[in-house]
């Protein structure tokens, strides 16, 4: 693949792995099995620990990022662990509640619960 098709690719998650596979030249288990606690975020370029358990020579080390690489790691990580608007189907009136409107009318329900005890 060339660099404009890996960016082209309209899957974030796949862009960032083969992203993460051609910066650093690993193999694909190695890349599957690398952690986010084995990446040093603060290091410059990115450092990534690589366990020997999954390397062909079965010793641990270590491989660096580029800086594209490191952006779009990053970028899949802020999309991945963002938060999601939770909407719910109001099956009585037809309409889609969001969870923050959820929230409010089971407030203003205990609220009367509270008043008519």
Known sequence: MTRIEILCLSSMRLR????????TCMHAVEA??????????????????VRGEYTKTKTD???????EAA????DWLQYKNRTRRV???DKEKGNTIT???LQQEMALAEEKVIVFV
């Open 16 to 23: 960032t792995y083969i992203m993460f596979l051609a910066a």
């Open 99 to 101: 969870n923050t409107e």
């Open 32 to 49: 599957l099995s690398v952690r986010i606690c084995d990446t040093d975020f603060d290091a410059s370029p990115i450092k990534v620990f």
């Open 71 to 74: 952006k779009q790691l990053n």
């Open 87 to 89: 909407c719910h189907v």
């Open 61 to 67: 080390h270590f491989v660096y990022l580029t800086d």
